[in-house]
């Protein structure tokens, strides 16, 4: 059997499985979701959101990307964003990068990646902006690593300027943003506690939509 035709006898398996262990199993998942996450990732092969976190069918909504960037000009993201947190009311939205990420790498190459150029230049003005602290690193691995962590960082930051989640974030207290790592040497997520009350505090002196939205016109 090749590799192809392997992914249908899995799944046959998998979802006898789920059948053997719970006769409604299906029924249940096909009734509706509540998702309590919404996980922004890589695309990377190497990394599975719901295995290494655990989480069932229904628990978390997923969204990946190359690089796990967050663009404010990307119609896609921006409606995972909106969905997620308008229809499905997620308490949490976490951006989850990964060392070895060959996203991160390219953009720390000086070279022309063609289609690839408009993207990674978000992964590049992280590091534009983060350019003091990086090159201070000599070590080039620890560079990339630490690349990986303030790309999550700005991407936080991203999500955090949508007005879907700030102005939900004022009216009901939720979602919070978190910013996570997955090692794949060790197979540990690593959470980079960003801290969210401060950065949305900040971020609205510039980026307040959600406020400014909920006022009464005045008379």
């Not at 909106?82 to 989850?96: E, S, T």
């Not at 505090?201 to 406020?211: A, H, P």
Request: glycine share 6%; with cysteine.
């Amino acid at each position: 059997m090749n590799f192809y035709d392997q992914i249908f006898d899995n799944n046959r398996r998998w979802a006898a499985s789920k059948k053997a262990g719970d006769q409604h199993f299906f029924e249940q998942l096909a009734q509706s979701q509540s998702p309590e996450i919404l996980y922004i990732g890589c695309s990377d092969s190497r990394v599975s959101a719901e295995e290494m976190t655990g989480i069932h069918p229904g628990e978390m909504f997923v969204h990946r990307n190359v690089g796990n960037i967050i663009p404010s000009t990307d119609p896609n993201s921006a409606a995972v964003i909106d969905y997620a947190i308008k229809h499905l009311r997620v308490k949490h939205v976490v951006v989850c990068g990964h060392y070895n990420c060959g996203g991160v790498k390219a953009a720390m190459q000086a070279k022309d990646m063609g289609i690839l150029n408009p993207w990674l230049r978000n992964i590049r003005d992280v590091y534009r902006l983060h350019k003091e602290e990086l090159n201070a690193i000599a070590d080039e691995e620890e560079k990339y690593k630490r690349l990986v962590e303030l790309n999550v960082q700005e991407q936080c930051i991203n999500v955090i300027k949508t007005a879907a989640l700030q102005k939900a974030y004022l009216q009901q207290g939720f979602p919070s943003v978190h910013g996570w790592v997955f090692d794949l040497h060790s197979g540990e997520l690593i959470d980079l506690h960003i801290d969210f009350e401060s950065i949305l505090s900040e971020i609205r002196q510039i980026y307040d939509l959600g406020s400014g939205m909920m006022q009464e016109p005045s008379e």
